[in-house]
């Protein structure tokens, strides 16, 4: 009782923890680092082909007419007394050149040589240093040069704080998400020198390599998703280049891995269903890539393949696994779980997306993405998956191992059993080395059982292999064949060892005399490969091959020759 009592306790803790931790990445989240940031959406005049309009707040504000390449729209405001010193203005833009002007004087350039090169921009968060006295009554001109058609919609949000505070604060407001991309970043990294480092022990590391490569493509996606990736780079092209490249990439490792994990599990039909998915992701990465970098379709052009392809991925492997449920093993339920959560996710992500787009509501809560949560528990998930799924073949190896154990071990001696000494006769068939077989014959076992019972006819046997053991011990593979013989398989460099062996094992014998009912005696044959070279031979490709069996058989015999030559008296009752 006490121990359940503890165990709730620990569990309330536990997610009392939780919960106050998430609170804290909340209100970090809304109030970032700097809790003074002047919102500077009010108050701009807009220029768009000719037309001025004044805007009442660039957060509802959206463009009245069609975004095409090469339009140019500015932004214009005359600064007030109220804004700090050393101040930054910063804003967010998507596929666009971006300059600003204070007083006709340029302060900021982002993008301009990839615009009139034709190149794919890119998108991120602009750091706009607006200088550093006399901001009352300057005019302040941002001009945006479209890259791209419908390139965005609605105006950006503008904020103005310190410079010192500008880096920090942003990163403090994306914290969840930047904690969530780096730790997705960092352990495919780990996963991927795990692999490599398994490679060179000769273990299985596909599955490994997979889940690292997944990870790094989910969280360097993430960080340039939501334009954290610029906490190592500034430069837009480069980092939306990477965005859509780990996109595109990211269903690769994912199938290769369900391709591996279900392997003869599921039907060929449906196997190659997940050839025919990878193969196709591959096929969509290489043409619009090459698209983008000839300036033919950039990235942002063909998102929309992307997105047919996914939702269908989708619906073939829900199609595909529910229909086959029953049938899964546990591994495969839970990276089911786990591919249906970010499913999930990822169609919330494109429904987020869409109405975001059509209904501009980029500057509401659905400007918001949740994807990086649902990467996060996937990536959880696929994990759990893979060591259960490691777990369930540690166990039935050692399992496999125990049981052959079993099948070639004599239960009662712990010595190879006669299934074992069949299979060691297959290979010596085939071997070109002399070898020895030695048999041998405990005197007087049937006296033991017949007068003091079987159990010390066991003890006898026991003892007896124990002196076997110890004596033919690194020079020869020991066998009992069933009952009272015994066998031993001796390699060649250790032939001429034999008979001291053999004169070892008789002393052995004499000092466990006082321990047992009778004396402890045995008959004992010996016979060679190379005594049969000329007779019972097979030629194979150019090779001699001896008969192990017959070399068995042969010792057989000289032992009990021997037994019969010996003048014990266990041996004549």
Known sequence: MIEKKRKILGSLIAMLLIVLIGFAIVDVRQKGVFDSVIKLNHGWTLIFHGDTTDVKSTEKFAIPEKIVRGDSLILRRTLSKDIPDNPVLRFKTYQTFVEAF?????LYSNGESDYYNHGLIGS????????????????????????????????????????????????????PTLVVGLFLLLFGILMLFLSAGMVFYGMKFFQILMIGFLSVCLGIWTLCFTKLFQLFSFNFTFNSCLEYISLYLAPIPLCLLLLHMRYKKISKKRWWGLVVVASLDALIFVVTTILNFTHILHYPQTLWIFHAYVVLCILYLFASEISNKNRLDTPTKILTAGVSTFSAFAILELVRY??????????????????????????ILLVISYIVYMYRLISAKAETDVLSIIAYKDSLTELYNRAKCQQIFEILDNATAD???VCIDINGLKLVN??????????????F???????????????RMGGDEFLAIVRYEHIDEIETTLATMAEFQ???????????????????????LNNDVISTEGNV?????????????RMYAMKFKMKSELVRR
């Open 102 to 106: 204070r007083d006709g004087n340029r």
């Open 124 to 175: 991120g968060v602009h750091f706009v240093y607006l200088g550093t006295t006399a901001f009352e009554g300057k005019t302040l001109d941002i001009k945006f040069h479209f890259s791209e058609n419908n390139a965005w919609n609605v105006l950006p949000t503008f904020e103005v704080l310190p410079t010192n505070y500008a880096f920090g604060d942003f990163y403090a407001r994306y914290s």
């Open 354 to 379: 869409k109405l975001m787009l059509y209904f501009h509501l980029d500057n509401t809560i659905l400007g918001i993405t949740w994807l990086p949560l649902g990467t996060l528990t996937f990536v």
């Open 435 to 437: 070898f020895a077989i």
């Open 450 to 463: 017949d007068k003091y019972g079987h159990n010390e006819g066991d003890r006898l046997i026991k003892v």
């Open 465 to 479: 292999a124990s002196i076997f053991q110890n004596a033919f011990a690194g020079i020869g593979t020991c066998i």
């Open 510 to 532: 004499k000092k466990q005399r006082e321990n047992l009912p009778i004396p402890l005696e045995a008959a004992y044959g010996i016979a060679y490969r190379h005594e049969l």
């Open 545 to 557: 091959r001896v008969r192990a069996e017959k070399i068995y058989q042969m010792a057989d015999e």
